[in-house]
C-alpha cells in the first residue's frame, strides 16, 4: 500500500467514513446456482455517500499486464480527499484467457474487491440480517497442514470438463467466478477454508476447467497465507 507523504487529513476522514459505511448488499441473482450477490454498482452505492460526506472520492484504473505473467493485469485503487492526500493499493489478477472479455471481467472484479478490502466493507443479506457477522463453521478439527494434493478440494481434475466457456458466459457465471475469487481471499480461519470448499463443491464442478482451475489456485494461495497448505 502507498500514501502521500502525510495522512493529518485524510486519516480522520477515511476512519469516519469506514464506520458510517453499513456494507453492499446482495441484490444480484445468479439463477444458475439460486444464490445472490453484491455486484460493482451496489459496492459504489454503500460507499459513495460515506465517501462523499467525509471528502473522499475514489479513482481506480488498470494497469500495465504483470511483466511476471502475461495473463495477469493490475488495477490500482486510490483514495483521494479534497485536501490531495492519498492511500492507494495495486490488485493483480490472473485473467482466465487473454482477451478482451476475459480482461473486463477481471476488471470489474478487481474494482469490486479492492474497493471492499480497502473500506473493510461486508456484503450484506438484502435483509441485512446477521450483518457483520460469520456462521461458525461445522465439523471436525482442521489438521495443521493440508497436503492439498491429497486432502484439497479436486476441482483441477474433477470428472468431466464441465461446461463450456462460451455457456457460462451465456448463463452470466462470471460473475459468480468473481465472488468465489472474492470469497476466497478474505476467508480468515483454515476450519472455514475447508467449509467454503464443501458448501461450493458440486457448483464449482460444473463450471468451464480453466475457471475451476483459477478457483483452486486461489484456494491453495489463501491456504498458503493462514499457514494450512503445504507449498
Not at 23 to 45: D, Q, T, W
Not at 48 to 74: C, F, K, S, Y
Not at 158 to 173: E, F, Q, T, V, Y
Request: aromatic share 6%; charged share 25%.
Amino acid at each position: 500500500m502507498k500514501s502521500s507523504d502525510s495522512l493529518a487529513k485524510i486519516a480522520p476522514a477515511l476512519v469516519a467514513a469506514i464506520n458510517s459505511i453499513e456494507g453492499a448488499k446482495k441484490g444480484s441473482a445468479n439463477p444458475h446456482f439460486k444464490s445472490r450477490y453484491a455486484n460493482l454498482e451496489a459496492v459504489i452505492e454503500a460507499a459513495h455517500e460515506a465517501l462523499g460526506a467525509n471528502g473522499l472520492t475514489v479513482l481506480q484504473g488498470p494497469g500495465p499486464l504483470d511483466p511476471m505473467d502475461a495473463r495477469a493485469l493490475t488495477l490500482t485503487t486510490r483514495i483521494l480527499h479534497e485536501s490531495g492526500e492519498w492511500i492507494e493499493t495495486d490488485f493483480s489478477l490472473p485473467m482466465a484467457k487473454p482477451d478482451p472479455q476475459a480482461a473486463g471481467s477481471a476488471v470489474t472484479y478487481a474494482r469490486r474487491y479492492s474497493l471492499m478490502a480497502m473500506l473493510n466493507m461486508p456484503s450484506l443479506d438484502d435483509d441485512g440480517e446477521g450483518a457483520m457477522q460469520r456462521k461458525p463453521a461445522s465439523g471436525p478439527a482442521v489438521p495443521s497442514k493440508l497436503d492439498v494434493h491429497e486432502t484439497g478440494p479436486d476441482w483441477y481434475k474433477a470428472s468431466g470438463p464441465g461446461m463450456s466457456s462460451a455457456a457460462a458466459k451465456k448463463l452470466n457465471l462470471g460473475e459468480q467466478l468473481d465472488d468465489w475469487l472474492g470469497d476466497l481471499e478474505t476467508i480468515p480461519t483454515a476450519a472455514e477454508l475447508q467449509e467454503w470448499a464443501k458448501q461450493n463443491d458440486e457448483h464449482i464442478k460444473e463450471m468451464p476447467q480453466g475457471w475451476r482451475r483459477m478457483v483452486r489456485e486461489a484456494w491453495d494461495r489463501r491456504g498458503r497465507e493462514l499457514g494450512v497448505v503445504n507449498q
